[in-house]
């Protein structure tokens, strides 16, 4: 239910650590894009220049690394933090419809992934005043960089090398057409995203690694240690933080894989086919095999099996790596929750509405074999017994689904689930 638009999923200061270290050698780029990289022109320390002519001196050298052209002009804009709160309002406020809003966060409450009575649109803003470090709008072809220090220094020139990638795909790829608005699709949107931001953070490394030089590594590492942003980070619900971090981490893990098989002609080739589950991210194994999702389907006439009032509202898709999320904040171990939700083969969720109010989850999760089901199972028990709502498992033995009741009427869900 929730939207990842790239718009609207900027790129967070946290990945900036990640870069830093990258870019210090720990962490080795590319073959393919340090050797471009070297050859591109030089963006001299200090900012006496114009930012108009660094800005260009660094589309040049992503587009030697990136092998793409922009096939049109879009300036960069530099906004302080006030005009990046007034501009995300907005782009919450447009990804968000009143409905859309109020489903997402009785869902994400319901399942213990949000405190009760949060305001998804208050802790999102909230979040994002930390983390954001500019970002590119397909919808609207702006690209924006926050300056905080009101100068372009190595934050800003980092975070301008990450956007122009993002322009350089929408320009090549089109953004828009990957679905990663759709808001029935979680799991497709962020794996999909995965793959846009993974290959930004890709390019950014490598220019930061060729380009930066050792003060300008360390204003980029100390803006990724910014008290604001690392509490913004330390604060925010897992849910948030793990779906916000996810498309740069694992993202350019992702990436990393495909340049180490064929370069970015094998990015480019992901972009006609991109991964269609988290599960395909975070083992790209199954990416390169092309083992798609299990496509699950919830019983018609689900709500009406409820009772007189009971209306489906909203499904969604969630995948391994929602799934990982609400089995650890459901008190399961960060290792027992990856092991639990690694053999994922599909799911479906529904939100229902009831009389007076009522909200109840159905979700019905299929399995790769019997013993994975078997251990989701066992898993998933625990986190169920810690949802505010109540709820109820079904798995039957030997079976690779497992289904999951929320609220007061979790028995008839688990039985129209048939578990």
């Given at each position: 239910?929730?939207?990842y638009?790239?718009?609207r999923?900027?790129a967070a200061?946290a990945?900036?650590?990640?870069?830093?270290?990258?870019?210090?050698?720990?962490t080795?780029?590319?073959?393919?894009?340090?050797?471009?990289?070297?050859?591109g022109?030089?963006?001299?320390?200090?900012?006496a220049r114009?930012?108009?002519e660094?800005y260009?001196?660094?589309?040049?050298?992503?587009?030697?690394?990136?092998?793409l052209?922009?096939?049109a002009d879009?300036?960069?804009?530099?906004?302080?933090?006030?005009?990046?709160?007034?501009?995300?309002?907005?782009?919450?406020?447009?990804?968000?419809?009143?409905?859309l809003?109020?489903?997402?966060?009785?869902?994400?409450?319901?399942?213990?992934?949000?405190?009760?009575?949060?305001?998804?649109r208050?802790?999102?803003?909230?979040?994002q005043?930390?983390q954001?470090?500019?970002?590119?709008?397909?919808?609207?072809?702006?690209?924006?960089?926050?300056?905080?220090?009101?100068?372009?220094?190595?934050?800003?020139?980092?975070?301008?090398?990450?956007?122009?990638?993002?322009?350089?795909?929408?320009?090549?790829?089109?953004?828009?057409?990957?679905?990663?608005?759709?808001s029935?699709?979680s799991?497709?949107?962020?794996?999909r995203l995965?793959l846009?931001?993974?290959?930004?953070?890709?390019?950014?490394?490598?220019w930061?690694?060729?380009?930066?030089?050792?003060?300008?590594?360390?204003?980029?590492?100390?803006?990724?240690?910014?008290?604001?942003?690392?509490e913004?980070?330390?604060?925010?619900p897992?849910?948030?933080?793990?779906t916000?971090?996810?498309p740069?981490?694992?993202g350019?893990?992702?990436?990393?894989?495909?340049?180490?098989?064929?370069?970015?002609?094998?990015?480019?080739?992901?972009?006609?086919?991109?991964?269609?589950?988290?599960e395909?991210?975070?083992?790209?194994?199954?990416?390169l095999q092309?083992?798609?999702?299990i496509?699950?389907?919830?019983?018609?006439?689900l709500?009406?099996?409820?009772?007189a009032g009971?209306?489906?509202?909203?499904?969604?898709?969630?995948?391994?790596?929602?799934?990982?999320t609400?089995?650890?904040?459901?008190?399961v171990?960060?290792?027992?929750?990856?092991?639990?939700s690694?053999?994922?083969?599909?799911?479906?969720l529904?939100l229902?509405?009831?009389?007076?109010?009522?909200v109840?989850?159905?979700?019905?999760t299929?399995?790769?074999?019997?013993?994975?089901?078997?251990?989701?199972?066992?898993?998933?028990?625990?986190?169920?017994?810690?949802?505010?709502?109540?709820?109820?498992?079904?798995?039957a033995?030997?079976s690779?689904?497992?289904s999951i009741?929320?609220?007061?009427?979790a028995?008839a869900?688990?039985?129209?689930?048939?578990?």
């Amino acid at each position: 239910m929730p939207s990842y638009s790239p718009a609207r999923r900027p790129a967070a200061l946290a990945a900036a650590l990640v870069l830093a270290v990258a870019a210090c050698g720990t962490t080795t780029p590319s073959p393919s894009a340090t050797s471009v990289a070297t050859t591109g022109p030089t963006v001299p320390t200090g900012t006496a220049r114009p930012p108009a002519e660094v800005y260009a001196e660094i589309r040049d050298a992503v587009a030697g690394i990136r092998g793409l052209q922009p096939t049109a002009d879009v300036d960069p804009v530099t906004i302080d933090e006030s005009v990046l709160h007034t501009n995300f309002e907005a782009e919450f406020d447009r990804a968000y419809t009143p409905t859309l809003l109020k489903d997402t966060e009785d869902l994400l409450i319901a399942l213990g992934l949000l405190p009760p009575g949060s305001s998804l649109r208050a802790i999102t803003l909230a979040f994002q005043a930390g983390q954001v470090a500019g970002y590119y709008s397909p919808e609207d072809d702006e690209l924006f960089v926050v300056s905080r220090s009101g100068r372009v220094g190595g934050a800003e020139k980092a975070t301008y090398a990450h956007e122009f990638t993002h322009q350089l795909q929408d320009q090549h790829f089109d953004l828009g057409a990957l679905g990663i608005d759709a808001s029935d699709q979680s799991d497709q949107a962020l794996a999909r995203l995965a793959l846009v931001e993974g290959d930004a953070t890709s390019v950014q490394t490598g220019w930061m690694t060729s380009f930066l030089d050792a003060r300008e590594l360390g204003e980029v590492l100390a803006a990724a240690l910014d008290p604001v942003a690392l509490e913004a980070l330390r604060s925010a619900p897992a849910y948030l933080r793990d779906t916000a971090t996810f498309p740069y981490e694992d993202g350019f893990a992702f990436v990393s894989r495909l340049l180490a098989g064929g370069g970015y002609a094998a990015v480019d080739a992901a972009y006609a086919d991109p991964p269609d589950s988290t599960e395909q991210v975070l083992h790209p194994d199954l990416y390169l095999q092309r083992q798609p999702p299990i496509a699950v389907e919830l019983p018609a006439g689900l709500a009406q099996d409820l009772g007189a009032g009971w209306t489906e509202a909203a499904q969604d898709t969630f995948g391994e790596l929602i799934l990982r999320t609400w089995l650890r904040e459901g008190g399961v171990t960060i290792a027992n929750a990856r092991a639990a939700s690694a053999g994922w083969g599909g799911d479906r969720l529904a939100l229902l509405r009831g009389p007076n109010g009522a909200v109840a989850v159905a979700l019905l999760t299929v399995w790769d074999t019997p013993a994975d089901a078997d251990e989701f199972a066992a898993a998933a028990r625990l986190a169920v017994a810690q949802l505010p709502l109540g709820g109820s498992l079904g798995h039957a033995a030997g079976s690779s689904t497992v289904s999951i009741g929320i609220g007061a009427n979790a028995a008839a869900i688990i039985a129209a689930l048939g578990e």
